[in-house]
C-alpha cells in the first residue's frame, strides 16, 4: 500500500490563494479529477487509480489538508477550494474532465458547478458528502470539534488512536478498517501540526447550510452524467441521504452499498472505479 510520505514525494506544487497545494497529475487518457474528503488527503484515491489506469488522474490536497500549505489562523473557504482545484486544473492544461468527489469534496464539486468554468465537466461520480445539508449528521468527535470554546483544545488532544475510533464509528462492514489507512489518514492530517486545526477545517459545515440553495440546484440541474456510489452504512450522510437523493434526482444512477460506511474509495474502489469507466465510456 502507498504511504502518504511515498505519495506526498509524488506531488507537484501550484499556487492558489497564496498557499502552495500539493497537486498530482499522473497517467495518460481521458482526465478524471478526484476531489477528497474530511480530514483526508488525495492518497484516497490510489486504489481507484490503480484500477483505472487509462485515466489521466489529477488529483489535489485541498488548502488545510494533506502536504498543502495550513497556515495558522488562515480563513478557509469552499470557494477557496475550489480556487484551488481550478488552479491545478490550470496548471495540468485540462480543458475537460470526470470529477469524483467525495464528502467534503463533494461540496467543492458543488461549488465548481455552480460557477462559470473554463474546464467542462463531462460526469461526476458523488460519493457520501452532506449533499443536502439539513440531512448532515455530524460525529460526535466533529460534535466536539465545532464547540467554540472548547475545539481546540479537542484538536490538540487528538491522536492516532482517536483518530481510528473515529473513522471506524463512519466505516462499514465490507472491509476491516486496516491500520495502514488510518496511519496513512494520520500522517497526512499531522503534516505542518494540520491535527491542531482539525475544528478549523470543519467551516464546511455553516457554509453548506449558508450557500445550501444555490449548491443543492447546482447538483440538481447538473446536466452532465452522474453516479452516485453511496455507502448506506455511513451514520454521517448514509442511506438517509441515499433517500433524499433518490427522491430529487430520480434520473441520477444511484449505486447504493449496503455494507459500506462513509468511504468509498477505500471501503469499495471496485464499485468506485466501474462508475469511472461507465462514465468515461459515455
Known sequence: MTTFHEWATRAQWVDSGGLRIAAH????????????????????????????????????????????????????????????????WRGAGVSSTTLLAHDYGATVAQELLSRDRHVDITGVVWMNGGVYPDLHRPTLGQQMLLDPNHGAEVAAAMDEAALRNGILGTWGSRVPLTDDIVHGMWEAMTVNDGNKQLHAMLHY????????????????????PMVFVWGDLDPVSGAHMADRIGERIPHADLRRLADVGHWPTLEAPDEVAAATVDLLAG
Do not use: N
Open 25 to 88: 497529475v499522473e497517467g495518460d487518457g481521458p482526465v478524471v479529477t478526484f476531489i477528497h474528503g474530511y480530514p483526508s488527503s488525495s492518497l484516497d484515491v490510489v486504489p481507484v487509480m490503480e484500477r483505472v489506469p487509462s485515466a489521466r488522474w489529477v488529483t489535489l490536497d485541498l488548502p488545510g489538508f494533506g502536504a498543502s500549505d495550513k497556515p495558522v489562523g488562515h480563513p478557509h473557504t469552499m470557494a477557496a477550494a475550489a480556487d484551488a482545484v481550478e488552479a491545478v
Open 205 to 224: 459545515i455553516a457554509e453548506r447550510r449558508q450557500f445550501a440553495e444555490r449548491w443543492i440546484a447546482a447538483m440538481e440541474q447538473c446536466s452532465a
